[in-house]
C-alpha cells in the first residue's frame, strides 16, 4: 500500500493543523502517526484499530490531537489543536504499527509532511 500524507504547515502556538494520509487501497490494518523532529529519533504519535474503535496517544498528545478514518476515501485523519512548539517536527503515517519492548513501529510508511509550530 502506498501512503500520501498532506495538510502540514506553519501555524501559531495555540492553533490547529489538520493532516491527511491517503491510502492507495483499502488497508485491512491499523493506521497511525509518528513524527520526528530535528535531531531526535522518530516518535510514535497515535494509532487508530482497523475498525476504527480503539485509538492510542502518546502521552505528549494526549487530549489534543484525535486520530480518526474514513473507509470510503481510504483516509486517515489527525487533528491536531492546541499545537506547541514542541510538536514541530516532520509527520509521517504508517501502516500496520505494532509494538517491540515498548517501542513502536511499522510495516509501511508515507512520505513526511512538515508541520512547524510558532512561539
Do not use: H
Not at 18 to 37: H, I, P, V
Not at 46 to 53: E, H, K, L, P, V
Amino acid at each position: 500500500v502506498q501512503l500520501q500524507a498532506s495538510g502540514g504547515g506553519l501555524v501559531q502556538a495555540g492553533g490547529s493543523l489538520r493532516l491527511s494520509c491517503a491510502a492507495s487501497e483499502r488497508t485491512f490494518s491499523n493506521m497511525g502517526w509518528f513524527r520526528q523532529a530535528p535531531g531526535k529519533d522518530r516518535e510514535f504519535v497515535a494509532r487508530i484499530s482497523w475498525s476504527g474503535g480503539s485509538t492510542y496517544y502518546a502521552d505528549s498528545v494526549k487530549g489534543r490531537f484525535t486520530i480518526s478514518r474514513d473507509y470510503a476515501t481510504n483516509t486517515v485523519y489527525l487533528q491536531m489543536n492546541s499545537l506547541k512548539p514542541d510538536d514541530t517536527a516532520v509527520y509521517y503515517c504508517a501502516a500496520r504499527l505494532g509494538t517491540s519492548g515498548g517501542s513502536w513501529s511499522a510495516g509501511s510508511w508515507g512520505q513526511g509532511t512538515q508541520v512547524t509550530v510558532s512561539s
